[in-house]
């Protein structure tokens, strides 16, 4: 397979990882790497998580490796807007079959469980609210959107509430949307907090290697050997890969992957007399009915977060300068929200790549020994946990529904080439912002 010639990058830096609390966990010690391992996991994000914990469940004694090119919870998995979400945002979107709507629900319910009962028998202190999200509007315009999701919850007989302007504004302490679908089922999460706890609870026999790149993985189809950057090379019966759209600089994918940069901000905590504007308000997050719109939340330690703008990664990066600018949309979305604590600084600025492809559909499959996935929504936490435990899963040849559904599932469109692939992209972005205008 070809060498990577793209690597990770941190962009900007990440509220969620700087303000949690297993910041300064010391994971394995690159001089620990071993020579073999009976698996080896690339990604540690929650896709990794997902195929680690599968594995060390299946096979206690085994020797598993897991490599992360940078710091645990400051790569993609650990820099949205922590939604563990058991119905996506888009839930009525073309592309979902009444069947995929009924497997997403499904499999999405099955990750929020299974990291759930981690956190609980683990004990661990994380910031993991039980609080639901909100779908909402600020404009008329898009209410269609609500009732087309209100439709589908319907048809599937999910619960959920539908608020109102008063309500909303009483149960999020901001007047600035109309109406709302809340689903209580989803949970809010740090990000970067949760994926970096979980990491810790897996044992000795699972070393974790964060700020190690794979350079490629090379061998044969049946006895992979996954090269570092360092130049170390360890040997292993299957290799698990959840590296999203680097799936593509890995040889794994060809060109299917849309990347997608947006743009967070965590203000600093909210002062006594501050929060006056949100006593007895439990922690919310809200998702914008345009796609394109601003998602909020407050958090569990009294702070702000938005996150908006959408900028086409062709090299899965972005600048310094286009994070500094993204400060003015971001800005104009709190304050629009919450002009009384305008005064309220944007303690934490970064960007963050949402793994998207044309069709919103993954990509999921094996080479010999090598199994590799990336989800290709924007609502994928749960989705990708997914599919990293059945990825451990059909590497031991354990079959079930779950599996057979994500082997047969329609696969990601191909994306046109360079540099048409930018410029529609950078278009239909631009035409995207625009549209949304107030549920930015």
Known sequence: MQSVKIYPAELGVSGWLETSTYKNHQFNHEDEILDEYDYVVVGAGYGGLGAATRLKELYPNAKIAVFEALRIGSNDSGKNAGFLIDVPHKFGDDVLTPEDEKWTVRLNVFAINKMREAVKANKLDVDWSEHGKYLAAREKRFWKILDHDREILDRMNMKYDDFDHRQLAERLGTGYYSRAIFNPGSVLINPAEVVRALFTTLGPNVHIFEKTPVMQIAGSETNPVVILLNGKKVRCRAAIVTTGPF?????????????????????????????????????????????????????????????????????????????????????????????????????????????????SKPVFGRRGNVFFAGVGEGAGIAKVYTMGHFLAEWANGIESEELSYMQNDEKPSWLPPEPICTLGATVRLIYEGFNAQGEV
Request: proline share 4%; glycine share 8%.
């Open 247 to 359: 799936l593509q600089e890995l040889g794994l994918s060809d060109h299917r992957f849309c990347p997608i940069i947006s743009y967070g901000a965590l203000s600093r905590q909210l002062s006594a007399e501050e929060m006056e504007d949100f006593r007895g308000i439990e922690p919310w997050g809200v998702t914008a009915a345009n796609s394109a719109g601003t998602t909020v939340r407050f958090t569990k330690d009294n702070r702000l977060f938005v996150r908006n703008g959408l900028l086409y990664g062709t090299y899965y990066t972005c600048s310094p300068e286009q994070i500094r600018h993204s400060q003015k949309l971001l800005r104009k979305a709190f304050d629009n929200r919450f002009p009384d604590h305008s005064h309220v600084n944007f303690e934490y600025v970064w960007g963050g790549m949402i793994h998207l492809t044309m069709n």
